[in-house]
């Protein structure tokens, strides 16, 4: 197999990856109407089931800052940095998409497919700042249990359902004042779609 058959095949398994979390994280949003449980369960149970399906083809990153931060312990190349960020991205957009399509008035007040925004007299400054801690949390987790060969084989294995129950926990700890995005993907592909649809109902 050459190594651009390489590239497009990682790509387009982290596309699917990334498109199945973002359907999994919003579609439990609507269908929940909301409820905490709910939202945090359907996400942490989707990140082990996608790992376990992806992670040898393409490491399923699902994540820019996942990928950024393997690219800063130069574990990939630019070139892959690059191109799994934008594919994240635009994987991102599509699941949103496809949660409009799938979910009736997903679009619709209050939800707005699962548009992260900042609680109730939360500043920015103060959302900002629990994000990054929230998702440097994640990262180290993810490094330092999945992707750290000094660990036992064991652990690496359960890896993915310890991220799992960790994303569980943040968004029951982040929710109420930033809606714990974790994931820059997952805020920018809600927020593009939901942008897109409102400037056509104007035009």
Aim: proline share 6%; net charge neutral; with cysteine.
């Amino acid at each position: 197999m050459s190594y651009l058959e390489v590239i497009l095949r990682e790509l387009f398994v982290e596309f699917i990856a990334t498109n199945l979390l973002i359907l999994a994280a919003l579609g439990s949003v609507i269908s929940s109407n909301g409820q905490i449980l709910q939202c945090s369960l359907a996400p942490a149970l989707a990140i082990p089931a996608l790992i376990y399906c992806f992670d040898d083809t393409s490491g399923c990153h699902m994540n820019p800052v996942i990928t950024f931060s393997l690219f800063v312990l130069r574990k990939i190349n630019v070139l892959r940095f690059v191109l799994y960020t934008i594919t994240h991205c635009v994987a991102a957009i599509s699941g949103s998409a496809l949660v409009i399509l799938c979910f009736p008035h997903a679009n619709e007040p209050p939800f707005y497919i699962g548009v992260t925004k900042l609680g109730k007299d939360v500043t920015w400054i103060q959302g900002t700042c629990l994000e990054a801690l929230m998702t440097c949390m994640l990262v180290v987790a993810v490094l330092h249990f999945g992707m750290n060969p000094t660990k036992p084989p064991e652990v690496r294995r359960i890896a993915p359902l310890i991220v799992g129950l960790l994303v569980a926990g943040l968004i029951f700890l982040g929710a109420p004042t930033t809606g714990t995005s974790l994931n820059p993907a997952r805020s920018f592909g809600p927020a593009v779609s939901v942008s897109y649809t409102h400037l056509r109902a104007h035009e």
